[in-house]
T-cell receptor
Framework: TQLLEQSPQFLSIQEGENLTVYCNSSSVFSSLQWYRQEPGEGPVLLVTVVTGGEVKKLKRLTFQFGDARKDSSLHITAAQPGDTGLYLCAGKGKETSGSRLTFGEGTQLTVNP | DVKVTQSSRYLVKRTGEKVFLECVQDMDHENMFWYRQDPGLGLRLIYFSYDVKMKEKGDIPEGYSVSREKKERFSLILESASTNQTSMYLC??????????????FGDGTRLSIL
């Protein structure tokens, strides 16, 4: 079974601060997705990274896929209260059947005004 | 706009009851999934289905079964509910040719409490 470990599990910061969330595995993934989940809703896709070393930017969010495709990071610049939510990484492995994703444990981010 | 609808937002049942959770998608997707979400454990896959009447076990299928009689509907069944099945349940769907860039589309979840 492929595993994804996210850190930190909880993060509480002040508005304007920067932060990084990590997603690590000993397994290689063909692609990795980041989702955000707000209270009372299901997760919603933010980005997919597919190439080792790939960097994608979504406004103040920067996503990176490790060179070996075993890890990923999410960096938020100048966090705002609207960034508050549960961030989940999810990997699609080469060996998994069909469309299965392996999810990390999630990082609960709270941005205080 | 894509839509995955779960029949109940909140559900309270008693130990030993048979519980049905329903999920409907309007995107003509072949793949459908049932997850449970618990704090600190992320999303864990219970069962998934890649076609009508087809199903595969996920990582934690014990105590659960599923039914996919129509393409748009995927049901999760707790045969005899137990307190350790108290959780948030999420349904998702995706197209068959799930390219690496395509998301799974999620419903808003059912918070199930077993007393």
């Amino acid at each position: 079974t492929q595993l994804l470990e996210q850190s930190p599990q909880f993060l509480s910061i002040q508005e304007g601060e920067n932060l990084t969330v990590y997603c690590n595995s000993s397994s290689v993934f063909s692609s990795l997705q980041w989702y955000r989940q707000e209270p009372g809703e299901g997760p919603v896709l933010l980005v997919t990274v597919v190439t080792g070393g790939e960097v994608k930017k979504l406004k103040r969010l920067t996503f990176q896929f490790g060179d070996a495709r075993k890890d990923s990071s999410l960096h938020i610049t100048a966090a705002q209260p609207g960034d508050t939510g549960l961030y989940l990484c999810a990997g699609k492995g080469k060996e998994t059947s069909g469309s299965r994703l392996t999810f990390g444990e999630g990082t609960q981010l709270t941005v205080n005004p | 706009d894509v839509k995955v609808t779960q029949s109940s937002r909140y559900l309270v049942k008693r130990t030993g009851e048979k519980v049905f959770l329903e999920c409907v998608q309007d995107m003509d997707h072949e793949n459908m999934f049932w997850y449970r979400q618990d704090p600190g454990l992320g999303l864990r896959l219970i069962y998934f289905s890649y076609d009508v009447k087809m199903k595969e076990k996920g990582d934690i299928p014990e105590g659960y079964s599923v039914s996919r009689e129509k393409k748009e509907r995927f049901s999760l069944i707790l045969e005899s509910a137990s307190t350790n099945q108290t959780s948030m349940y999420l349904c998702a769907s995706s197209p068959r040719q799930f390219s690496r860039n395509q998301p799974q589309h999620f419903g808003d979840g059912t918070r199930l409490s077993i007393l």
